[in-house]
């Protein structure tokens, strides 16, 4: 970019965006450490990033940078046997790291079709061996024992899927517009303007968790669903305390508001209204049919193989783990752009999850051991999968425990709230 006034516009939103994670994401403690992962084009944000940190009293930022080209060398060049390897090590170190304070940054921008050519035995098998050993770590965020916080940046491989037909220098400049739009940056003052943020996403969970729903009753096209919501169910969205006592955004951007539904309690049947991007693959129009908490029949018009692979990995993985609500009008949903990243889709639209449970969204529960929570609905797998179900022809109720049956979004769009 050769004028200088546009690039140093560019470069004042970067830091808009790096300090906004550092203050508002993980609202970094003095004398925390940060541990980071990034795809490499995202070194420019993560250079800004460890800057605001260090700012902030970190005393030390561990930056762990991923490469779209080395992850495909595995597929093209790797022995078959090799794909059951994971890191274990890695991740017992980051989730040591997270016991002694660390807080966790995850900066996203991966290819959403990168692996969509590999095979999908291999997919599922690397997927699986890193879902296993990744899963001390993750429990340690799942469980929201820590501040944590997901950040985009724009890299070539995904501003391509976005805008494809584009220059690629003209589409990752898109989709930085675009992020930075989603993100609230483009304000005098982003700090402010996510605490007036967080204050809406605070009266939804708060209307919700008075309203104590028994059930949610969904009706779209193609869909049908009734969704049973967990005992002692808690809402939550926007800012949170983590357990460490830190008050965090885990997301940016973020619109949902989401809970814990019962894993035995929901049946009908429910169409994807935007495509999934699971790793590396795009599942498409996915068709689903549950019987008590239970997918009995899965089709997808792309990638079915790859979706009921995914249902395999578990007894949970065929079973719901987090219920969202998301206006259809939030500004992601109105860019009107397929981001084709959970990050940004998830917060276009209401949606559900496969998989793990986030046992922070029931009451009571600390310390309380799954089975205890299984008992009171709370779904376990080793996966936690969102799609988006929501769109502006999607209507849902909400069931009280006297039976009342309440109006609760009308044409995707919340009622009284
Ligand atoms: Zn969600
Ligand atoms: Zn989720």
């Known amino acids: 970019?050769?004028?200088?006034?546009?690039?140093?516009?560019?470069?004042?939103?970067?830091?808009?965006?790096?300090?906004?994670?550092?203050?508002?994401?993980?609202?970094?403690?003095?004398?925390?450490?940060?541990?980071?992962?990034?795809?490499?084009?995202?070194?420019?944000?993560?250079?800004?990033?460890?800057?605001?940190?260090?700012?902030?009293?970190?005393?030390?930022?561990?930056?762990?940078?991923?490469?779209?080209?080395?992850?495909?060398?595995?597929?093209?060049?790797?022995?078959?046997?090799?794909?059951?390897?994971?890191?274990?090590?890695?991740?017992?170190?980051?989730?040591?790291?997270?016991?002694?304070?660390?807080?966790?940054?995850?900066?996203?921008?991966?290819?959403?079709?990168?692996?969509?050519?590999?095979?999908?035995?291999?997919?599922?098998?690397?997927?699986?061996?890193?879902?296993?050993?990744?899963?001390?770590?993750?429990?340690?965020?799942?469980?929201?024992?820590?501040?944590?916080?997901?950040?985009?940046?724009?890299?070539?491989?995904?501003?391509?899927?976005?805008?494809?037909?584009?220059?690629?220098?003209?589409a990752v400049a898109r989709l930085w517009d675009a992020i930075f739009a989603a993100c609230r940056v483009d304000v005098a003052d982003p700090v402010a303007e996510w605490a007036a943020h967080n204050a809406r996403l605070h009266a939804r969970t708060t209307y919700l968790n008075d309203k104590d729903f028994l059930e949610l009753r969904y009706r779209g096209p193609g869909t049908d669903l009734v969704i049973g919501l967990a005992d002692g169910h808690l809402w939550a969205g926007g800012a949170e305390p983590a357990k460490n006592g830190i008050v965090c955004n885990p997301n940016i951007p973020t619109e949902e508001v989401f809970t814990t539904p019962h894993r035995l309690r929901v049946d009908g049947t429910v169409r994807s209204t935007k495509p999934l991007a699971y790793q590396g693959t795009l599942i498409e129009d996915i068709r689903v049919t549950f019987a008590e908490g239970r997918i009995v029949e899965a089709n997808a018009a792309k990638g079915a193989e790859v979706l009921r692979k995914v249902l395999e990995t578990d007894e949970g993985a065929a079973r719901l783990g987090e219920v969202a609500l998301v206006p259809h009008s939030s500004p992601i949903s109105a860019s009107g752009l397929l981001f084709r990243n959970t990050l940004f889709d998830e917060n276009a639209a209401s949606h559900i999850a496969l998989g793990q449970a986030y046992t922070t969204c029931l009451r009571d529960s600390a310390g309380v051991p799954m089975e205890r929570l299984a008992e009171r609905g709370a779904n376990a797998s080793l996966i936690h999968i969102d799609w988006m179900i929501g769109s502006g022809a999607l209507d849902i109720d909400g069931v009280t425990k006297d039976g009342a049956v309440e109006p609760l979004m009308r044409g995707g769009e919340f009622v009284g709230v």
């Open 1 to 170: 970019m050769p004028d200088d006034s546009l690039a140093a516009t560019f470069e004042a939103r970067l830091d808009k965006l790096a300090a906004l994670a550092v203050r508002v994401g993980l609202n970094l403690r003095p004398g925390q450490e940060l541990v980071m992962t990034a795809p490499v084009e995202a070194l420019p944000l993560v250079r800004r990033i460890a800057t605001h940190a260090y700012q902030a009293g970190a005393t030390l930022v561990t930056p762990l940078i991923g490469d779209d080209e080395v992850a495909l060398a595995r597929y093209r060049h790797a022995a078959p046997e090799a794909f059951d390897t994971a890191p274990g090590w890695l991740f017992q170190g980051m989730a040591e790291a997270f016991r002694g304070g660390a807080a966790r940054l995850a900066v996203v921008g991966e290819s959403p079709t990168l692996l969509a050519q590999q095979d999908p035995e291999k997919v599922a098998r690397a997927n699986r061996a890193r879902s296993i050993a990744y899963r001390p770590a993750l429990e340690l965020i799942t469980s929201f024992a820590i501040n944590w916080n997901l950040v985009p940046a724009a890299t070539p491989g995904w501003a391509k899927e976005v805008f494809p037909g584009l220059p690629e220098a003209e």
